[in-house]
């Protein structure tokens, strides 16, 4: 009898004993959902692990204050947990979320530049979204931009830093510059800048500086990958024939250039006199026109092998690809329907601003 009482007691206790476990690595480890994932929580100064935890839970970020404690007196690591502004993913579990208060964290600025943004765009986002004491204007960020010497050992010619400031997504603390934005960028497109290319460079006769810069016209005329070594057959092939390039998004570049950019190419856009305006030169521009992703120099690298020499936008796709020609004949009837295509669109803004 006494025996069997010992054997009832001893399984009930590794029963409770085992649920507990269970409860325990459930709690710590199981993901949760919660509604704060976009926001900086702030740990101050000071908090015992007890406030760390109650707070996470009153946020709903974790479950279990009892569960979270244990873990932290188990493993040793209560005193690890550091103060500064989170953010906590959702969904996340108890122990990601205090393996993350272990390493301390400083509230970021973020910022966005956009494939095929110009060093005029880029100044302009980078002035809105780092100010500084004393102001800095969009003017004294373009004269940081024209400090090639971050870039003297892949493209020692070039006049500011078109080209070579990488578009991406990043993040600096509060405190952050608007020159070290742009080290920053120039820093990760030297990161992506492969050996090979400049290899490949040699081989076609021509610089990296000039392979940035046709990357730069392929970045903007087509956000279509598959279709941007087309686009750099067309280029390669006006430039054999000693053809003008004759891309619009050039005629853009120096309107901003030129600070008269509005939002319209204008005949007088056309004709400006700048050997920046492939309407109007024949060659290779003498810098890039806009940043530029490692598609765009691969395409430029590896052009695909075609007669094409003109294109136009494909208005039926609407997805931003083109419609390619080898002859000028092809080109001006395909060209005829974009214009159709074109003047109905501004037809139907004219009618959308005239109602409101």
Excluded at 59 to 74: H, K, Q, V, W
Excluded at 77 to 88: N, T
Excluded at 334 to 354: D, I, M, N, P, S
Aim: proline letters at 6%; aromatic letters at 8%.
């Amino acid at each position: 009898m006494f025996l069997r009482l010992a054997l009832i007691i001893f399984v009930a206790a590794a029963a409770a004993a085992a649920a507990s476990g269970y409860w325990l690595y459930s709690s710590i480890y199981s993901e949760r959902t919660h509604s704060r994932a976009d926001d900086f929580n702030t740990i101050e100064k000071g908090s015992s692990p007890a406030e760390i935890v109650s707070k996470l839970a009153a946020e709903n970020i974790i479950g279990s204050e009892t569960a979270a404690m244990l873990y932290l007196r188990a493993t040793g690591r209560a005193g690890k947990l550091q103060a500064g502004e989170f953010k906590f993913k959702s969904p996340i579990s108890t122990a990601e979320a205090l393996n993350q208060l272990e390493s301390g964290s400083v509230r970021a600025r973020r910022i966005t530049i956009p494939e095929g943004f110009t060093r005029f765009d880029i100044a302009k986002r980078v002035h809105e979204n780092f100010p500084q004491e004393p102001p800095v204007t969009e003017d004294e960020i373009l004269l940081m931009m024209s400090d090639t010497s971050l870039i003297k050992d892949i493209a020692p010619n070039a006049r500011n830093l078109e080209g070579f400031m990488y578009p991406n997504t990043y993040e600096f603390p509060l405190d952050a510059t608007p020159q070290d934005v742009i080290n920053r960028m120039v820093e990760q497109f030297k990161k992506i800048w492969r050996p090979e290319w400049q290899q490949r460079a040699a081989a076609m006769g021509r610089t990296p500086l000039e392979i940035v810069t046709l990357a730069s016209p392929i970045e903007t005329e087509s956000p279509v990958d598959d279709e941007r070594p087309i686009v750099s057959s067309v280029i390669h092939n006006r430039l054999r024939r000693n053809m003008a390039l004759g891309i619009d998004q050039t005629v853009v570049y120096v309107a901003k250039m030129q600070n008269r950019w509005d939002g319209t190419i204008h005949k007088s856009d056309i004709e400006a006199d700048s050997p920046y305006n492939t309407r109007k030169y024949a060659g290779i521009p003498p810098g890039p026109i806009s940043s530029v992703t490692e598609g765009a120099i691969e395409a430029a690298l590896n052009p695909a092998q075609t007669d094409y020499l003109f294109y136009v936008l494909n208005v039926e796709a609407n997805d931003g690809s083109h419609h390619f020609y080898a002859s000028a004949a092809e080109f001006e009837r395909g060209k005829a329907v974009y214009q159709r295509w074109l003047e109905e669109q501004r037809r139907l803004k004219r009618e959308a601003e005239a109602s409101q």
